[in-house]
Structures are given as C-alpha cells and as structure tokens.
C-alpha cells in the first residue's frame, strides 16, 4: 500500500489503524453476499465496524441485527426514478421511514442483513450508492440543492460534484482515512453548504486572469463539529472549475499520508489545520498542483441551508418551492406523493437541504398554485412556523448506539409546543442532538440542545439537556456557548418558553437571535 509511507511511522497506530491495516474497508462489499445468505449470526463481531464503508451501521441494540443504511445524494439532487426507489426500499424493508440527514443524505432503519443484496441492486440500477456514506472515506458530497436552477449561482456545480463524486466511490487509494471526511462543492452565494464546518469546501469566488474575469472557487480546509469544533480555514489559492477534482485528490492525498492516526479523537483533517495552519497547508498543497493565489469571494451571506417558500429560477417562466419536512423524517405515504407531486408539475426532481427539509424544482408559474393546494403540503408547509420550520434533530436513542437520550420526536414536540406558546417575526433555529457528536449540527444551531444523562433529585438516571446558544455561520461565524446548568428533559418546553419570551420582549424588530 504505497500510502502506508508516511503513517507507518506513526508509533502507536489506534487499535482501529491496526484493524484497517488488516482489512480494507471497502472489502466487506465483498463479504456482504455471503453474510446475507447466512444471516446475522454469520458476521463475527469484529466485522461489524467494516459495514460502515458500505453506508451500514448496527442500530441500538447492536445484538439484534438490525441496521441503518444511509445512502449519498450528491449535492441533494433526486431524480423521480431515484426518489421512487427510495421509497420502494422504505416501504419494503424500512418500516416506512426514510429521514434526511443534515448533509443532504437520506437514511434507512430497521434493515436486515438478508436484504441488503436487493437494496444494493435497486440502489445501482438508479445511479445511487450507499458506499462511502460512512467510515473512515469521502462521505457524500454536500453541494448546492439550487444547482443549475439558482439565480444567483456563480456557475452550475452539478457536474463537478458527479465527477468528484464518482472519482472517489470505491476508490482503494483513498478508502483508508484516519477518519471521515466531510466535503462540500457549491456556488450557491449565500454559503447553502455550511462551508466552514466541512473538511474541505469549494465557494464562489472570481479571479481576474490574463485579463479576463474567471468564475470559480475558493478552498477552505480544516472544519468540522464533534466535541472540539473548528472553523474551516481559507486556503490563499484560487481554483478553475476544471481544477476542482485535482485540488480534492490533493487534499485528500495530504490528509491521507500525514493525517493522525495515533488517536480517534485527534484524526479529523481539522486537527492537522490546526497545527499546520492555513500558510504550511498551502505551501504543502503547491507540492501537489500549481494554483494561483486568492481573488475575490461571492459568499453574500448564510442562509442555513433554507430555501422556503415559491421561488424565481435562473430558467425564465419556472419556480422552485421549498417546503418544510418537520426534523427531516418522510414517511412512505409522503414520499409516493412527492414522487407523483414533482412529475406531475415538475420535471421529476427532488432535492434535499442541509436543513433537512426538502425543494421542489422546475415548476412552471402557472402550476405553483395548484401544486401547493396538494394536501401533502397540509403536512410540508411552504412556510412553516418559527420553530418547527427551523428544527433541526438527530437520529437520536431510538436507532443510535452512541445516543443518550431520544431526539426526533421530542424536537417535535418541543418545536409544537413552542410555536403554540410564543410567535415571533424571525426564526430561532433550533438543534437537538442525543450526544456530543454533530450529526444534528448543534454546535451552529441558535439554541443548541444536547442530551446528556444526570441523576434528578431522586438520584435516579434520567435524560436531561445542556443548552448552548448563539451559533452562526453568518459574517462572524461561531460556535455556541453553554449555559449554565442542566435542564431534565420533561422540564425542557418550560425553560425554553421562558428563555424565549424575554428575548421576545427585549429584541428590537427583526433582530435575530444571533445578534442579540
Ligand atoms: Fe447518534 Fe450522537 Fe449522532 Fe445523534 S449526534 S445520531 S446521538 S451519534
């Protein structure tokens, strides 16, 4: 394995690093087929961590065999015969659950083994993989959910993302990483992708070159979430379109061969940012491609990845619709009908937001009004409420092993609550997660709700919540802050009314929660 030449130095490889030597990640592909025919109790425990390279993790409890497979949407682009096939395996095998995740993917529960093969192939037979969509590898590519249809794009980024995309699925020089990595391709102007919590991220830039404006991109490198969150760094390099897929080998290859891998808590690329700084990973970059220095930025903002509401597109006489899909979870009904609902008044497509929630593409104008009379969008409100149209949540302890407390359906029920208890002018967005890691993003989130166990009064267990808030990635972009204290779940809609209606009663009109 040429890429060994650096880590292997690495004195005391993490008993994972060890695993991986022995085993590539990828190979359980191979092992799927025969565990299938013999079922659960034919995989031997010291397997089961490989199933994430194939987009499988063992749901709670992992002795019962039952699997969440989570599937990569580049760039949150659906086509309809995709988005049929989803709901095909959701009403199959899924229990007719299908959620979005807050990268744009889409996840399974209830799997069983003996029904992988068959999800593998309906998956295949419609251009979609769930390889790569965990393990230590390039997980799905989050891009721009307005690709090609967005009025304020710098340039139309669906192709790149698919040749990036491709390039790495099943790609053995690059399916040992020291830990995920998390990309994101877009020119979506108003930073849809959430740039700088990502590994690597391409944004809208323009570079004057031998006189003559060039659209194209910047790179930073170095974000991500989890219990030590970093910000993302600029790179001083500018990059053409056509460059994209080199700079991503580049990277890739940097993180690869001398990311750490001695410690799991300290193997994200963020960890050799922060050591390297943004000036030695340029250099070191230069190595590998020749790219010439920054130009100008066209990030306008940040918009968290909402797109509510009927929209003008770049295409003359069409609109798209952004709808609210409460915390991301559709169930088989909902999606049958999406399925119907975009064909019928679109062009077939679907996409999928950071926000979990959900655009409706290539509407023509005089269809919009009899679209949006569907009952389904009873349910998937073009414009939400406050809380529920921003809340945002986890899988949580129903399917996750790590969970400490449950999420989905009790960020539901709080977002309800609060939207009967309090109305305001501007959107609190609010995250819940059941752990320290980030899959609900909380770190970004306005009010950020993390689940922890403590003991109450009574001394006994119960779940309860940290309460961060004040996270953006607006112009100052920062992570949240704790509270003090912990609040027991039950309490949780109590304390968040109360929070909430002082900061009703002391903003200032349209001020939001950020700035306040
Ligand atoms: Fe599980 Fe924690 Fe991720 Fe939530 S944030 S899905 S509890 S690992």
């Known amino acids: 394995m040429a890429y060994t030449k650096h880590w292997a130095n690495q004195e005391k490889l993490?008993?994972?690093?060890?695993?991986?030597?022995?085993?590539?990640?990828?190979?359980?592909?191979d092992d799927i087929p025969y565990y299938a025919r013999n079922g659960f109790d034919s995989i031997p425990k010291e397997e089961w961590s490989f199933f994430k390279w194939a987009g499988l993790y063992l749901q709670k409890p992992?002795?019962?065999?039952?699997f969440m497979m989570r599937v990569n949407i580049p760039s949150g682009v659906m086509t309809n015969e995709q988005l049929k096939t989803l709901a095909g395996i959701a009403k199959d095998y899924g229990r007719d659950v299908l959620d979005i995740t807050t990268r744009q993917a889409v996840q399974f529960h209830w799997l069983q083994i003996e029904q992988i093969p068959d999800i593998f192939d309906r998956l295949e037979k419609v251009g979609l993989s769930s390889v790569g969509?965990?393990?230590?590898?390039?997980?799905?590519?989050?891009?721009?959910?307005?690709?090609?249809i967005d009025p304020n794009e710098l340039l139309d980024t669906r192709e790149i993302v698919n040749d990036v995309y491709h390039y790495f699925q099943r790609n053995r020089d690059f399916s040992n990483l020291p830990r995920k990595y998390k990309i994101s391709i877009s020119a979506n102007v108003d930073?849809?992708?959430?740039?700088?919590?990502?590994?690597?991220s391409f944004v809208p830039a323009v570079k004057v070159i031998d006189g003559k404006e060039v659209s194209g991109f910047h790179v930073y490198v170095g974000g991500g979430l989890a219990a030590k969150p970093h910000l993302?760094?600029?790179?001083?390099?500018?990059?053409?379109?056509?460059?994209?897929?080199?700079?991503?080998?580049?990277?890739?290859?940097i993180f690869r061969d001398y990311g750490y891998r001695e410690k799991r808590t300290r193997?994200?690329?963020?960890?050799?940012?922060?050591?390297?700084?943004p000036e030695k990973f340029t250099e070191k970059l230069s190595e590998y491609i020749e790219l010439p220095?920054?130009?100008?930025?066209?990030?306008?903002?940040?918009?968290?990845?909402?797109?509510?509401?009927?929209?003008?597109?770049?295409?003359?006489?069409?609109?798209?619709?952004?709808?609210?899909?409460?915390?991301?979870?559709?169930?088989?009904?909902?999606?049958?009908?999406?399925?119907r609902i975009s064909d019928q008044y679109g062009n077939g497509e679907v996409r999928t937001s950071n926000s979990q929630n959900i655009v409706i593409p290539n509407i023509p104008e005089d269809q919009v009004e009899a679209m949006l009379n569907e009952k389904l969008f009873e349910h998937l409100l073009p414009e939400p409420k406050s809380f529920m149209g921003y809340a945002v949540s986890c899988t949580g302890i129903e399917y996750c092993n790590l969970a400490l407390v449950e999420t989905k359906e009790r960020m539901k029920n709080v977002a309800d609550h609060l939207d009967e208890a309090l109305s305001l002018e501007v959107p609190i967005r609010l995250h819940m997660v059941g752990c320290p890691n980030a899959?609900?993003?909380?770190?970004?989130?306005?009010?950020?709700?993390?689940?922890?166990?403590?003991?109450?009064?009574?001394?006994?267990?119960?779940?309860?919540?940290?309460?961060?808030?004040?996270?953006?990635?607006?112009?100052?972009?920062?992570f949240n802050e704790k509270l003090k204290g912990k609040i027991e779940a039950g309490q949780l809609d109590g304390v968040l009314v109360q929070f909430l209606q002082v900061f009703k009663q002391e903003k200032y009109r349209g001020e939001t929660f950020h700035s306040y």
């Open 133 to 148: 969509a965990c393990g230590d590898i390039m997980r799905t590519i989050v891009g721009n959910p307005l690709a090609g």
């Open 62 to 66: 992992k002795e019962d065999g039952y």
């Open 14 to 29: 993490s008993k994972e690093e060890k695993a991986k030597l022995e085993k590539d990640g990828l190979d359980i592909l």
């Open 232 to 253: 993302a760094k600029p790179l001083n390099v500018f990059v053409r379109p056509e460059q994209v897929k080199d700079v991503t080998i580049a990277v890739t290859t």
């Open 439 to 478: 899959c609900g993003q909380r770190q970004i989130a306005d009010i950020g709700l993390q689940g922890i166990k403590m003991k109450n009064k009574d001394k006994k267990m119960v779940e309860a919540f940290e309460i961060y808030v004040g996270g953006t990635l607006s112009e100052s972009a920062q």
């Open 191 to 200: 930073n849809a992708q959430n740039a700088e919590i990502n590994c690597l």
């Open 293 to 339: 220095e920054k130009g100008e930025e066209r990030l306008t903002g940040w918009n968290a990845g909402y797109f509510y509401g009927v929209h003008e597109q770049k295409q003359e006489g069409l609109r798209y619709v952004g709808v609210n899909v409460p915390v991301g979870r559709l169930h088989t009904e909902e999606l049958y009908e999406l399925v």
């Open 267 to 277: 193997a994200r690329l963020k960890f050799l940012m922060a050591d390297w700084g």
